[in-house]
């Protein structure tokens, strides 16, 4: 399977074959070992660089990490109520990937249904992006480019920022399949009390046991090329049993824990072979019966120990992300209980207009809300997007990327009011648009979601809006660093505003000169008219400080400055007059400056202007 330890198929049923004697015989005289404490010196600082809202419920933070010093990625998925108690806080639940997590998505979203099953519980989910044989731990040393600080990250560096900034509480749990549910368990031995809930599906859960570190390192090396000896040393060094779920179970006791494995053999989810209970998953065989050997060796440590659990053998199945899928699903009332949260999402009924709505928008899905305020009218949650109504707008449903560009601007209390219309395909077939009271929000899979407003969005609509030159926009307004105004670029030019001059547009050779010259921090300012036609197919854009000209004829755009030089040209008849269309910036010359056009030269020397 893909991401799910695509291990060489004969080479691993061979290693795991000859793991299996040993790794019982260890389990059974395993002495507990003198653990390593998790990392105590908090890494302060993590900032957040970048949100991109991927939907209204599923959030991508690019963060900063001090301890990893570099950028570390998760994605959110909010809880039931974000929108509907939007002064509430929720507690935490993090999903670990396996072996081989990708640096673009959760194993979660991407092999599993963990969005849409999440959509109607009341905690927001964390999904660490990125680790692919990691442990989710802070390794000795950087290997392949990465020197990986997961743990100091998820427990020191993370928290503050979902409890400062994502309506977080401190309540939490751990979650994760194969690598990742021996990271679980790890964490919560680590970091006693950090977490409520620690769920192990398909777990390593014996680190140490004879032969376990030869075949972590053979999984590592084939899963990138990493080195177990950059991540806890040989397997001597006392940092392997720091990490050992086993040796460490003493530490648990008080969190709700939840373990479970397959048997190797063929489920409801393998394809059979001509041999009994053997699929055509043999890697995927091999590794649930080392899994289950591991599991079952901790939840006899545990029950040893006095600690409950929740443990689940199943009697088939192999290491595939179906039997992960429906083991975060067996899990959750563990975890809810833990978390304090309902275990089923709460009644609701769809009526009046919404109803409407939501019959001709199937894609929606169930409800997961009652009605509630939304800006000057009301709003309901669905599973896969929310549908607003008011006396003006009517009822309008919203999702995916548009919707998740609509939360990022504010939502229903943000500039762009309620939606107005429905979300329709744009006459080209690449896109999307999307009306509201206040503005648009386009979508296609070349720019993203931008939203167009305002004074920019009336001045686009002089250019004729996506089917005008300046097409898509590719980014939202923003402020103009510098001076009071604002900018949004599109695919064929961009918009800029100021107070004093109105919204214009800048586009092709005269945009290209504009930029040359710093944009409004330069000595033109802010433009104060569109691109305007001239004779012989040339261009001009009047700015606060001069102008820009082009024409075929001189094949580049020029700036003519107000001031002395412009105003002569303005003498001679501008581009229809004796000199024709500039051919050069100005230029200083002994005294003074000058600049050339296609028939003449002007000169400023002494202060005396001559044009010849």
Same mark, same amino acid.
Request: net charge positive.
């Given at each position: 399977m893909r991401r799910a330890h695509r291990l060489r198929s004969r080479a691993l049923v061979l290693c795991a074959t000859a793991l299996v004697t040993p790794f019982v015989v260890q389990a059974a005289t395993s002495g507990?070992?003198?653990?390593?404490?998790?990392?105590?010196?908090?890494?302060?600082?993590?900032?957040? =660089?970048?949100?991109?809202?991927?939907?209204?419920?599923?959030?991508?933070?690019?963060?900063?990490?001090?301890?990893?010093?570099?950028?570390?990625?998760?994605?959110?998925?909010?809880?039931?109520?974000?929108?509907?108690k939007p002064t509430a806080k929720f507690p935490v639940v993090y999903m670990l990937d396996g072996l081989r997590a990708q640096d673009d998505e959760s194993g979660w979203t991407k092999d599993a249904r963990a969005e849409s099953f999440f959509a109607e519980k009341n905690a927001n989910i964390v999904l660490p992006i990125g680790g692919q044989s990691s442990f989710y731990t802070d390794w000795q040393k950087a290997d392949q480019g990465k020197h990986y600080m997961w743990e100091?990250?998820?427990? =020191?560096?993370?928290?503050?920022?979902?409890?400062?900034?994502?309506?977080?509480?401190?309540?939490?749990?751990?979650?994760?399949?194969?690598?990742?549910?021996?990271a679980a368990m790890m964490l919560a031995t680590r970091n006693p009390g950090f977490f409520k809930e620690a769920s192990s599906f398909s777990g390593f859960l014996q680190t140490t046991s004879m032969g376990m570190p030869q075949a972590i390192q053979y999984a590592q090396h084939d899963a990138g090329g990493f080195t177990t000896e950059n991540m806890w040393g040989k397997p001597e060094d006392p940092d392997w049993a720091a990490h050992d779920p086993y040796v460490n179970a003493d530490k648990l006791r008080g969190t709700a824990l939840y373990?479970?494995?397959?048997?190797?053999?063929?489920?409801?989810?393998d394809t059979p072979t001509n041999i009994p209970g053997v699929s055509t998953n043999t890697p995927g065989m091999g590794l649930e019966i080392l899994s289950r050997l591991s599991s079952q060796n901790f939840a006899t440590k545990l029950n040893e120990l006095g600690i409950p659990a929740q443990v689940v053998y199943r &009697?088939?199945?192999?290491?595939?992300?179906?039997?992960?899928?429906?083991?975060?699903?067996?899990?959750?009332?563990?975890?809810?209980?833990?978390?304090?949260?309902?275990?089923?999402?709460?009644?609701?009924?769809?009526?009046?207009?919404?109803?409407?709505?939501? =019959?001709?928008?199937?894609?929606l899905g169930d409800c997961l809300t009652g009605e509630y305020p939304a800006g000057d009218?009301?709003?309901?949650?669905?599973?896969?997007?929310?549908?607003?109504?008011?006396?003006?707008?009517?009822?309008?449903?919203?999702?995916?990327?548009?919707?998740?560009?609509?939360?990022?601007?504010?939502?229903?209390?943000? &500039?762009?009011?309620?939606?107005?219309g429905p979300e329709k395909a744009l006459p080209n077939g690449i896109g999307r648009i999307q009306t509201f009271k206040n503005g648009l929000i386009y979508w296609s899979p070349s720019t993203g979601a931008a939203s167009v407003r305002g004074a920019i969005k009336d001045a686009y609509a002089k250019q004729g809006f996506e089917r005008g030159p300046l097409k898509l926009p590719v980014a939202d307004e923003h402020k103009t660093p510098k001076k009071n105004g604002s900018v949004q670029p599109f695919q064929?030019?961009?918009?800029?505003?100021?107070?004093?001059?109105?919204?214009?547009?800048?586009?092709?050779?005269?945009?290209?000169?504009?930029?040359?010259?710093?944009?409004?921090?330069?000595?033109?300012?802010?433009?104060?008219?569109?691109?305007?036609?001239?004779?012989?197919?040339?261009?001009?854009?009047?700015?606060?400080?001069?102008?820009?000209?082009?024409? &075929?004829?001189?094949?580049?755009?020029?700036?003519?400055?107000n001031g002395p030089v412009m105003d002569a040209y303005k003498a001679a008849g501008y581009e229809k007059g004796k000199l024709g269309y500039p051919t050069g910036d100005e230029s200083p010359i002994p005294g003074g400056v000058q600049q050339t056009f296609q028939f003449g030269v002007i000169k400023i020397v002494n202060g005396k202007v001559t044009v010849a």
């Open positions: 507990v070992a003198g653990a390593m404490p998790a990392h105590e010196a908090p890494a302060a600082g993590a900032t957040v =660089k970048r949100v991109t809202w991927m939907t209204d419920r599923r959030v991508e933070l690019e963060i900063f990490s001090p301890s990893a010093n570099g950028p570390v990625k998760v994605q959110l998925l909010l809880a039931r109520d974000w929108y509907a100091t990250f998820l427990t =020191k560096e993370l928290p503050p920022i979902l409890e400062g900034q994502w309506r977080s509480t401190n309540v939490r749990s751990v979650q994760g399949l194969s690598m990742g549910g021996a373990v479970s494995s397959g048997s190797g053999s063929t489920g409801a989810y &009697p088939s199945g192999t290491h595939t992300w179906q039997y992960w899928d429906f083991e975060m699903r067996q899990a959750w009332p563990t975890v809810a209980n833990a978390l304090g949260v309902e275990n089923e999402k709460p009644a609701c009924k769809v009526g009046g207009a919404i109803a409407n709505t939501v =019959k001709a928008n199937k894609w009218g009301v709003a309901q949650d669905f599973r896969f997007g929310r549908v607003t109504w008011s006396k003006g707008t009517g009822a309008q449903a919203i999702g995916g990327r548009i919707g998740g560009l609509y939360s990022a601007t504010g939502g229903t209390a943000g &500039p762009l009011g309620l939606p107005a064929g030019g961009t918009i800029l505003f100021s107070p004093a001059t109105g919204a214009h547009a800048v586009q092709g050779k005269i945009q290209d000169k504009y930029a040359s010259t710093g944009w409004e921090n330069g000595p033109l300012g802010f433009p104060k008219s569109d691109e305007v036609a001239l004779k012989n197919m040339g261009r001009v854009t009047l700015f606060e400080g001069g102008s820009i000209y082009w024409s &075929p004829a001189t094949g580049n755009a020029w700036v003519i400055k």
